[in-house]
């Protein structure tokens, strides 16, 4: 087998959810940098302290919209609490990936490329159904969010400034408003950039 093969062989090896240890490690570390207290951290996000101290130690299991939360409140791109070390080659294969779940929507989000260092944009794969819409809080301010839908039909953008968008129709907007996802056909998905200033 040549080097390559090995590489390659081995860039297939990607975990199907986003492990808890990762979440954790960042939460610990970016916490530690910005000088908060658990509870202040908890306070700014909107969560429990007890949630957020599970989630340090590495036994509670957020969903999408905790992490974002957390994200904000200590004022970094989601993907600095969600990545983790790769390989100099990365293959996700359609249905693998760190994949996070939302609470209260039929909405999933795998994390396809965090941003390398100086660089901030982060690739997502987006998997939805019709029946709930995902709600999106601010994110950092500045951000930019570029959609992408890949099948189905969907409704998304600003609060107010929404768009129905079909395969291969692309929109940009603020990410730092108010904004939404709805699946507006079975098997809708989609392709989200998100640039960080």
């Known amino acids: 087998m040549t080097e390559d093969a090995e590489v ?16 954790a490690a960042a939460l610990r570390r970016e916490r530690t940098r910005a000088g908060l207290s658990l509870s202040e951290l908890a306070k700014r996000a909107g969560i429990a302290k007890s949630t957020l101290s599970q989630l340090e130690a590495a036994s509670g299991n957020p969903g999408i919209e905790t992490v974002w939360a957390l994200a904000v409140a200590l004022g970094v791109p989601f993907s600095v609490l969600a990545e983790s070390p790769g390989p100099a080659v990365t293959v996700i294969r359609a249905g693998e990936g760190p994949t996070m779940h939302a609470e209260q929507a039929s909405y999933a989000g795998t994390l396809l490329s965090p941003a390398p260092s100086g660089v901030r944009r982060d690739i997502y794969h987006g998997a939805m159904e019709p029946g709930s819409v995902r709600e999106s809080e601010p994110h950092i301010p500045g951000s930019v969010e570029h959609l992408i839908v890949s099948t189905g039909r969907m409704l998304a953008g600003p609060n107010g400034e929404r768009v129905e968008l079909g395969p291969g129709d692309y929109m940009s907007y603020r990410g730092d408003v108010p904004h939404a996802y709805e699946a507006l056909a079975p098997g809708t998905t989609f392709v989200l950039v998100m640039q960080h200033v």
């Open 8 to 23: 390659a062989e081995d860039a297939d090896v990607t975990p199907s959810r986003m492990p808890r240890e990762w979440i």
